[in-house]
């Protein structure tokens, strides 16, 4: 039969406040996980990255979180801006074995 | 900064015709790939390379071939287009973990 593209995830806040991206994660056994950005039209931009053996790590306005017990990824944008809406995907890697991309979610900004 | 370029943005090609969409990246970076991206459907890998001459399916390597004759190149050949390959084409590379995205190559195949 025909096979049905998933809905993107949507978020949508408005500007300067905090957004929260989450991310469930499938491989236990995953110790790298990386956050990116997609803009329309561009390729894949990484933002963060951060390693099993930490729980949290900050950036430039962006932290992200992991919990290993729920496997479950986080990023939290701080103050958002227009410039960042697009689409932000997490992928998990294991190694060097190659990196297993989420879906994606989209970040609408309201003015 | 990584520099990973792709030979085209947008790309328009016939039914049947055979396709070449080129890759390069300047950090002599051992990994590199190929995806696909629909609506919907998120990132899905076609083919990878861990070294020169080496190449690994992917997820979705029907209809797709790749060659890597040089470190810092790597081709992604449709052999005969057909009109479900229209696409956003995206090569990255790595070296550990990270890796990095070319901007891209649209394909539409009428």
């Known amino acids: 039969g025909e096979s049905v593209g998933l809905h993107l995830p949507t978020l949508s806040v408005q500007e300067g406040d905090n957004s929260i991206i989450n991310c469930a994660y499938s491989?236990?056994?995953?110790?790298?996980f990386i956050w990116y950005k997609q803009e329309s039209g561009k390729g894949p931009q990484f933002i963060i990255d951060?390693?099993?053996?930490?729980d949290k790590r900050q950036g430039q306005r962006v932290t992200v979180l992991l919990n290993k017990t729920v496997k479950h990824l986080s990023l939290q944008i701080a103050a958002t801006q227009p410039g960042d809406s697009a689409v932000y995907f997490c992928?998990?890697?294991?190694?060097?074995?190659?990196?297993?991309f989420g879906q994606g979610t989209r970040l609408t900004i309201n003015p | 900064d990584v520099k990973v370029t792709q030979s085209s943005r947008y790309l328009v090609k016939r039914t049947g015709e055979k396709v070449f969409l080129e890759c390069v990246q300047d950090?002599?970076?051992?990994?590199m790939f190929w995806y696909r991206q629909d609506p919907g459907l998120g990132l899905r890998l076609i083919y990878f390379s861990y070294d020169v001459k080496m190449k690994e399916k992917g997820d979705i390597p029907e209809g797709y071939s790749v060659s890597r004759e040089k470190k810092e190149r790597f081709s992604l050949i449709l052999e005969s287009a057909s009109t479900n390959q229209t696409s956003m084409y995206l090569c990255?590379?790595?070296?550990?973990?990270?890796?990095?995205f070319g901007p891209g190559t649209r394909l539409t195949v009428t």
């Open positions: 990255a590379s790595s070296l550990e973990d990270r890796e990095y």
């Open positions: 951060i390693r099993s053996n930490m």
């Open positions: 992928a998990e890697g294991k190694g060097a074995q190659k990196l297993v």
């Open positions: 491989n236990s056994a995953s110790d790298y």
């Open positions: 950090m002599d970076h051992e990994n």
